[in-house]
């Protein structure tokens, strides 16, 4: 009976561990039982920006002139190699939703810490066309939104803000370039949900903000009572 129950509890365990490794995603070390995604020094290390602190930060001044922010924040810095690239690989390439959930929900109880609780009506996610979310099957900025949606306690939607057609990849390009490749890329699907409202509009890294720029002129053409914008990760 013993040895049986013993049995069983290890079939659990290996099933458990099938589908929830013990391993922590950003350094692959060993993740203590009950503790999620990130071992205890990887979740206190984490590279976090305070930008949410620090009105004229990097992400805000990369939109002066551009579109008119009223809040522009970024959580982590991403660097080559290091745990927030790991950590991103994993959520947009590896099937881990979950990493932008977690993450997306330790960024809301930050946020809120800091009085942002009550700053935003609606989090509007970055779409993905629809032919890369069939393949990926789901979109990695949802899954941000759908974090910072239940820590901040406000509503977020997928359906808002669409893509409309796909576009070309963007790593060789300039700015001016992807900038044109970008406009007219997305459309607002529900204007009577954007207007008058604060939209937090989300992401999982800024690099050039050419995608964010063509998504945030896409609301402000359906006259939101403020716009700002979250990413998880921020690209020196
Ligand atoms: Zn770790």
Redesign the pocket.
């Given at each position: 009976m013993v040895i049986f129950h013993f049995s069983m509890k290890i079939m659990l365990r290996d099933f458990l561990n099938l589908f929830f490794p013990r391993y922590?995603l950003?350094?692959r070390?060993p993740v203590a039982h009950g503790a999620h995604l990130?071992?205890a020094?990887?979740a206190v290390d984490l590279p976090r920006t305070g930008y949410h602190q620090e009105p004229e930060n990097p992400v805000a001044r990369k939109f002066y002139g551009l579109l008119p922010l009223t809040h522009a924040f970024g959580y982590l810095h991403f660097a080559k190699g290091g745990k927030v690239q790991s950590l991103l690989h994993q959520l947009k390439y590896e099937n881990r939703p979950e990493v932008g959930e977690v993450l997306g929900r330790w960024y809301a109880s930050e946020l809120k810490e800091d009085d942002f609780g009550e700053a935003f009506d609606l989090i509007v996610p970055i779409p993905l066309h629809p032919s890369k979310l069939r393949k990926r099957g789901y979109n990695q900025s949802d899954a941000i939104a759908r974090g910072l949606s239940e820590g901040l306690n406000i509503p977020w939607s997928a359906e808002v803000l669409k893509r409309t057609r796909h576009t070309n990849t963007q790593t060789r390009m300039s700015r001016a370039e992807r900038y044109d490749n970008m406009a007219s890329v997305f459309a607002i699907a529900q204007p009577e949900k954007v207007i008058g409202q604060r939209i937090l509009l989300v992401d999982d890294v800024v690099t050039t903000g050419a995608t964010l720029q063509a998504c945030g002129e896409a609301i402000m053409a359906s006259q939101p009572q403020t716009l700002s914008i979250a990413a998880l990760a921020v690209a020196q």
């Open positions: 922590c950003a350094c070390g990130l071992c020094s990887c």
